[in-house]
Every structure is written in structure tokens, then in C-alpha cells.
């Protein structure tokens, strides 16, 4: 009877035990996310609410102007007239005014934490960007490149105001308005005075002072992933409203609550954090972050540290690149020789590549001047330059007119190198 006594009690203990240790790990499971949403301040001033009116009002102004969404796809033709190039443009001109006005204010997002919100206006930003390019066509045609490099400078500084302390989407919306104004730009590069020159390099300085680093967007990205495992833990409109969905539709809270979503966000902000501190070196100094190991962090955060996430590498150089050689085209228009070095040019301070951490390779000789950056390769192509759409895998130098081939591959050949003058 003793025997069978202590085995029952044994038996119970163990059952109790099981059942606590259990419960403890479920409570754990279940934990809400304990580390804080990074806050984000915000300026008196802000610019950006009003960037915000202007994409409704140019959405009323597309709906009710007749024929401008076909006027639009002449204008993506690069055998675009004149006539059509000035229709387009004087048919934005009201908003133009507007967004031109704000770009002396301070800008930070304010709809951060909506993924609605941050997707939804893409499109009109992305339009203001090629309104701004047909300008700079039609400047050059008719020889105002000081009104090319304004416009030059509009895109830059508005590209820069929709994305601040935006996560990675609005990011890569500004990096598609940076590419259409600056491959807009460069075609004409050869038309520039000496004082369009200077001008460009003016801008490029401006840029470079109010431009949002790779690192302030992961930063961007850190608190909107915190603050979406908040919002998957609480549910109801804290969830509607980060993901645009209808309160009440989505997944049931019991279901979200079991995903550890605790361990979740500890690992995302260590994992982030690094990766920031990461981003703040040269493209190719950089040293992987860390795996996730979590489930959700495994399917939201690894492409964001894979070295073509950071798009501004590329776009950092080519605009830094641009300055260089206006700078270098000027000083030969004045001297009626090249510079024998960047700095002679009085562009030292741009003369650093964000890819490799050094400067730029800068050859003057007989049929103008070389100017380029090793790539992402890091290595000396003699300015041969890299395939654009596999500028972060093929081999090849990166120079300030990019070289596209339709269909390229793994055995597409660096293309010719270009001479500027």
C-alpha cells in the first residue's frame, strides 16, 4: 500500500510538474513584445503632410485632365517632341509650384506605421519624378541647363523628403526618382556650360547634406517591424491600420500570440542593430549581419540586408560622379586643359566612393577623361563598365553613363569604357 502511494504521489508530482512547466513556457510563448517602438520625431514644421495634400491634388488633376494619361505615355519615348514634352509639363505646373515651396522644410513621414499609407501614394512620387525629367529634356533642348540642374536638384530634394524616416519601401520609391531624373541628366551631360557645371555640383552638395543614409532606412525598417509585431500581438485597429485591412478580418489574435512574437522582436532589433552599424561603412566592407533564426524574421528581413537592397550605393555614386566630372568639364572649358587631379577640380570632398572606400579612378588623356568606380567587384576594370541590371553581381566598373543590354546574363561582357569631355 506504501508503494503504491509514493508511486501516486510521485506520478502526481510529475504530472504537476509537467503541467507548470508548461504553463510557464506557454506564458512565455505568449509574452507581448517587450522591447519599445523606436520614436520618430517629428519638426513643427513639417513638409511632409502637405506632400501628402499634393498627391490627392495631382490625382484630382490626372482624373479630370483629358488626354494626360496618353500625353504621359508619349513622354516616356525618347523621341518625344517638344510640343508633347511642354503639354506634359505645363499640365503639372500647378503642383510643381507647390512641391517647390517645401522643399526648404524639414520632411519626415507620418504615416510610417501603414503599409497602405506607404504604398499607396508610390506612383504620384514616382510621376513628379518623370515631370521633373521631361523638364530637364526640354531645358536642354532649349539651352537652360541651369533650369535642367534645378529640376535636377527638385527630384534629389523631393526623392529625399518622401522617404525620411520611411521603412524600405518608400526608401526604394525614392531611389526609382533619383534613377529617372540623374539617367535623365547625364545623356546631356555634354551640353553643360561651365556654369551649369558649377551648378550641378552646388546640387549634388545640397544632396549630399539632406540625403537619408541606408542606415537611417534600416533604421526605418527596424521600427516598422517592431511596431508590426506590436500590432500583430494587440490586433483589432492597432493591426487593421498597419496592414490596410478591415478591423476584425485577418488572422484571430489567439492564432498570432502563439508565434513567440517576444523572441520575434528581440531577435529583430539585434539583428537590425548590427546591420545599422553595418551600413554606416563602405558597400564592401560590410560584413552580414546575422541569420534570423525566428520563422517571421526569416521571411521579412533577410532580403533587406542583401547587398542590392542597399540601391543608394549606386545612385551615391553616380550623382557624386556627375559632380566630379562637371566639375572637371568646367575647369577644362576655363583652363583649356584637364585637371591632373579631383582635387585640382575643387571637388575633393565628393571624391569618395561609397562601394569600395576609396575614390574614384580619374584618368585625363588625349580623348578626355575617364572617370568611374571599380563596382561592386571592387577591382580595376580600366572603366569598362558593369551591365546595369546585374550592377551587384557581374564584373565591370561603374561609370557616370550606365550600360544596359537587353537580356542580360551571366556571360554579358563588360560594356566599352566611356570618354567624357
Known sequence: MRARNLWFLVFGALVFLTLMTGSILFLQWT?????????????????????????RKTQH??????????????VYQPSAGVSTLRRYVAAYEPVRREYRKLLSKPSVA???????????????????????????????????????????????????????????????????????ATTTFTRDFAKLSPAGCDRVVQVVREWEQ????????????????????????????????????????????YMVRIMNLRAAT??????????????????????????????????????????????????????????????VRAYRMRHGSYPRTLAEAGVADLNHDPITGGEFVYRPGAKGFLLYSRGVDGQDDGGKRVEESRIFQAKGDISLISYSVPNANAATPPGAEVWLR
Not at 488633376?61 to 508619349?74: D, E, K, M, V, W
Not at 540625403?211 to 521600427?223: A, D, I, M, N, Y
Not at 560584413?287 to 532580403?303: A, E, S, V
Request: hydrophobic fraction near 40%; glycine fraction near 6%; charged fraction near 25%.
Open 210 to 253: 539632406k540625403r537619408v543614409p541606408f542606415w537611417q532606412t534600416l533604421e526605418g525598417e527596424k521600427r516598422f517591424t517592431i511596431a508590426m509585431y506590436h500590432a500583430m500581438y494587440e490586433g483589432g485597429e492597432r493591426m487593421a491600420r498597419q496592414f490596410g485591412t478591415p478591423s476584425g478580418a485577418g488572422i484571430p489574435r
Open 110 to 180: 507620418t504615416d510610417w506605421d501603414s503599409m497602405t499609407a506607404i504604398i499607396e501614394p508610390a506612383a504620384t512620387f514616382r510621376e513628379w519624378a518623370r515631370v521633373e525629367a521631361a523638364d530637364i529634356r526640354l531645358a536642354f533642348q532649349e539651352g537652360d541647363d541651369a533650369r535642367a540642374a534645378d529640376d535636377l536638384r527638385t527630384t534629389l530634394l523631393l526623392a529625399e523628403a518622401i522617404r525620411n524616416g520611411a521603412p524600405i519601401i518608400r526608401y526604394l520609391v525614392g531611389e526609382a526618382m533619383i534613377s529617372i
Open 266 to 327: 528581440r531577435e529583430a532589433a539585434r539583428i537590425y542593430d548590427k546591420a545599422i552599424a553595418e551600413a554606416k561603412k563602405p558597400l564592401l566592407q560590410r560584413k552580414p549581419p546575422g541569420t534570423p533564426g525566428h520563422p517571421l524574421n526569416q521571411g521579412l528581413m533577410t532580403t533587406v540586408f542583401s547587398r542590392s537592397a542597399d540601391k543608394s550605393a549606386v545612385s551615391v555614386t553616380r550623382l557624386r560622379l556627375l559632380a566630379c566630372a562637371a566639375a
Open 31 to 55: 509574452a507581448p513584445p517587450d522591447v519599445p517602438i523606436p520614436s520618430l520625431p517629428t519638426p513643427p514644421d513639417n513638409a511632409y503632410p502637405a506632400l501628402l495634400q499634393l498627391v
Open 61 to 74: 488633376l490626372q482624373a479630370s485632365t483629358p488626354g494626360l494619361q496618353q500625353i504621359a505615355r508619349r
